[in-house]
């Protein structure tokens, strides 16, 4: 994926928002962590499938909260001029007394992020994979219903909280992991080595993502967002992941 990297001066972010792109661009990569990136859409614009309230408290009040802490931790450990998704690569390269905080709420940021962004109002863009994205999908699963049956299932199954991923393997294919909590298939060395890819598209399955709506009933949610899913930023992942 294309990296950006944001300046800063005495710790303001002087670059723009990337999440400023439209949604069918490529999925961004966060900036650094101190401003919460806006939503690419109205908080009521993926209605009736996710509600306008979950939408505005998971992403000003959670989304918020994670970059309020990493920015704290990066502060304390003297880590500046990075980026987001560089860093939650990279723990291991870190300061030891970020690293937690790198995890769960670095973690945190690139997940909602991406997460925004592979979201867009049901109808707005294309209403599956199309071209080489479609071509890999039928390659690593036979056909889209199969790939979205074995992701359901991941987000069905995985205990408490966390995310089901599409993911693209080093070695070109495709395969859906579960990680726990803020956990992302990028984080080598954290997450096992069959979960380990670049993500296409993911789902948060934290209650918080869907319980005002559907309380207990996760499946109905997850199937509920698949018509919101923004197949326009799923295929620049795929096309970025490439490289
Ligand atoms: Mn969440």
Known sequence: MKRRHFVTTGGAVVAGSLLDAAPAEAVPDPGLPLALPKL?????????????????????????????KLGEALTAAGIKNTNARALIENIGKQ?????????????????????WNWMAPAGSGPAGPEGPLLTAIQTSFGTV???????????????GSGWAWLVRKGNGKLAIVSTANQDNPLMKGIVPD???GAPLLGIDVWEHAYYLKYQNKRPDYITAWWNVVNWGAVTKSFGNSAG
């Open 194 to 196: 069959t979960d380990y």
């Open 40 to 68: 690419p859409y109205p908080p009521e614009a993926l209605e009736p499938h996710i509600d306008r309230l979950t939408m505005t408290i998971h992403h000003g009040k959670h989304h918020q909260a994670y970059i309020t």
């Open 95 to 115: 300061p030891a007394q970020a690293q937690t905080a790198i995890r769960n709420n670095g973690g945190g940021h690139v997940n909602h992020t991406w997460f």
């Open 145 to 159: 219903e199969n790939m979205k049956k074995a992701f359901n299932a991941a987000a069905a199954t995985r205990f």
